[in-house]
């Protein structure tokens, strides 16, 4: 995170916000992408093929577009970071389950409890985001200045 400034960060939490209120305004739904994500993956039943189509439709839009838009910025002249990977695939692969494991058990994920459920002033998104943030910063501590460090 070399180019992070206070404007930049602003910026784009403004934008998540943005996306996040016109997607609850406009479709009803809660931008937790973990959520949209498996609404998209789920698979059709004969008595909803129809209705499914819809619903996939946007879910695809949501996820085209998290994934396009820094590929079009980059093509404007944004740079496009790459992640620094110090971990092993093998422990990245079993950090990604663990996550998977959580997101399914909080019944959401970051995005969907700590943008738009902390919005709504949802209790069970406020824990769920505070017990995220205090998971963080140990695992954090843990591994710079414990085990790893």
Same mark, same amino acid.
């Given at each position: 995170? $070399?180019?992070? !400034? =206070?404007?930049?960060?602003? @910026?784009?939490? @403004? /934008?998540?916000?943005? +996306? @996040?209120?016109?997607?609850?305004?406009? !479709?009803?739904?809660?931008?937790?992408? !973990?959520?949209?994500?498996?609404? &998209?993956?789920?698979?059709?039943?004969?008595?909803?093929?129809?209705?499914?189509?819809?619903?996939?439709?946007?879910?695809?839009?949501?996820? +085209?577009? /998290?994934?396009? &838009?820094?590929?079009? %910025? +980059?093509? #404007?002249?944004? =740079?496009? =970071?790459? =992640?620094?990977?110090?971990?092993?695939?093998?422990?990245?692969?079993? %950090?990604?389950?663990?996550?998977?494991?959580?997101?399914?058990?909080?019944?959401?994920?970051?995005?969907?409890?700590?943008?738009?459920? #902390?919005?709504?002033?949802?209790?069970?998104?406020?824990? &769920?985001?505070?017990?995220?943030?205090?998971?963080?910063? +140990?695992?954090?501590?843990?591994?710079? $200045?414990?085990?790893?460090?």
């Amino acid at each position: 995170m $070399h180019d992070f !400034t =206070p404007l930049s960060g602003l @910026a784009g939490g @403004a /934008l998540i916000g943005l +996306a @996040a209120a016109l997607l609850m305004l406009l !479709t009803g739904r809660i931008a937790g992408v !973990t959520g949209i994500v498996g609404g &998209a993956l789920q698979a059709d039943t004969a008595d909803r093929s129809a209705d499914r189509s819809a619903d996939r439709s946007w879910r695809i839009a949501f996820i +085209a577009g /998290l994934i396009g &838009a820094p590929l079009i %910025a +980059a093509l #404007f002249g944004a =740079p496009l =970071p790459r =992640p620094a990977m110090n971990a092993s695939l093998v422990v990245v692969a079993i %950090a990604g389950l663990l996550v998977g494991f959580g997101t399914r058990m909080g019944n959401g994920c970051t995005s969907g409890h700590g943008v738009c459920g #902390f919005a709504r002033l949802s209790g069970r998104s406020i824990v &769920a985001t505070c017990i995220f943030m205090l998971t963080a910063i +140990a695992t954090v501590a843990i591994v710079r $200045h414990g085990i790893g460090g």
